[in-house]
């Protein structure tokens, strides 16, 4: 069994989130009979959304469940150094356009790329796993491999700048 990492923090929201679901289950089931006493369940579409509805929550329940015992739990507060490994912020720029691009590696469950973070599983996660500040490193993307050097690695606000 792989143990997948997340910070305290992940694990935390994660947490809260099965309780909520698992609060959510009564109120389901009681849908779902009261829709079941309406009659003909064929074309009862308040049954239908809640066997549904039921369905999305054991479904995510279960995820939740079977990956809680795999974590790796980590406080970022405890990492730093000089090369890219989860919890590292890193600063890279595409080599041919000049673009700069900021990322939080974090694991797959609580990944955010809209937010700035993205897994460390993902095409530029792995290629930039291991790397220092100045390493070039090639990502293929949709629109063809780009080229990014690594400008920056943080950790908590302290970390290390390349200058050319």
């Given at each position: ?74 406080d970022l507060a405890t990492l730093g150094g000089d090369q890219v490994i989860f919890g ?77």
């Amino acid at each position: 069994m792989e143990s997948i990492p997340i910070t305290v923090e992940g694990f935390r929201r994660l947490e809260r989130e099965l309780e909520r679901l698992k609060k959510e289950r009564p109120g389901v089931i009681l849908a779902i009979k009261e829709a079941r006493e309406e009659g003909d369940l064929r074309e009862n579409a308040g049954y239908e959304a809640a066997r549904e509805r039921q369905g999305m929550l054991e479904a995510r329940i279960n995820y939740i469940e079977s990956r809680m015992a795999r974590f790796n739990v980590i406080d970022l507060a405890t990492l730093g150094g000089d090369q890219v490994i989860f919890g590292a912020t890193v600063e890279i720029e595409d080599v041919d356009t000049g673009d700069i691009k900021k990322y939080t590696l974090l694991g797959p469950d609580e990944a955010v790329p809209s937010k700035g973070s993205i897994s460390l599983l993902s095409p530029v996660g792995l290629a930039l796993l291991g790397k220092s500040v100045g390493d070039d490193i090639v990502v293929d993307a949709p629109r063809g491999k780009i080229n990014y050097e690594i400008v920056s690695i943080v950790f908590n606000g302290v970390g290390v700048v390349y200058d050319d």
